[in-house]
């Protein structure tokens, strides 16, 4: 099974990409979107530089998308898409669950570093076997949002941890530095990918 990386100029593109390699995918990094069984949107950086290449590539991406290939975004990944972010100042998402990306909203140390627990919420067979465990987090922003939520987390307020619809799974978590909990996520995502 092949897994594209999308290398949009930002993110840590090895320590995903070796998440995805021992879960036994076969993995290319690349600036094209092309086709392939899993594309990965990885998750550092601003939503509005991604925002951009997001914009320029939107056909492609919906194209890949309604043809039935499988995505996953990561933090960043995941928030580009909603429908708007605030990050850099207000830029477009893909727009494929409702909601807006803001700032968390709540009196607490950001960015948010380090392991809180998730719990699931929704319906997702992604979600299997994660239900009060602890991932771990680098953000400052989140998706306000109850569209497709099957996962939630705290940290001064409640928030997606992930969402889930179709052939599309975002995680606000980063789950190749999440140890176990990571581990478990891959293995589902491997079986989501291939069913």
Not at 20 to 27: H, I, M, P, Q, Y
Not at 38 to 52: E, N, Q, R, T, Y
Not at 86 to 98: D, I, V
Request: net charge positive.
């Amino acid at each position: 099974m092949k897994a594209l990386v999308v290398n949009y100029g930002v993110g840590n593109l090895f320590s995903i990409s070796s998440g995805l390699k021992r879960a036994g995918f076969e993995v290319e990094i690349s600036k094209e979107i092309k086709n392939a069984d899993l594309i990965v949107f990885p998750g550092v950086g601003a939503f509005s530089a991604v925002a951009k290449f997001i914009q320029i590539n939107s056909d492609k991406i919906n194209d890949l998308r309604k043809s039935g290939v499988h995505f996953l975004g990561v933090c960043l990944g995941l928030q580009i898409m909603f429908e708007k972010g605030t990050e850099g100042g207000e830029s477009k998402g893909l727009g494929w669950f409702k909601g807006t990306v803001d700032k968390i909203h709540a009196n607490v140390k950001l960015p948010h570093i380090g392991w809180d627990k998730i719990y699931v919420s929704g319906d997702c067979e992604l979600t299997e076997g994660l239900d009060g465990k602890y991932a771990y987090y680098v953000h400052s922003y989140v998706a306000y949002t109850n569209d497709h939520v099957v996962m939630k987390s705290n940290y001064g307020i409640e928030y997606p941890a992930m969402v889930c619809k179709e052939n599309v799974v975002g995680t606000q978590f980063h789950p190749e530095k999440s140890s176990e909990t990571g581990r478990i996520f891959f293995d589902n995502l491997k079986r989501w990918v291939s069913r």
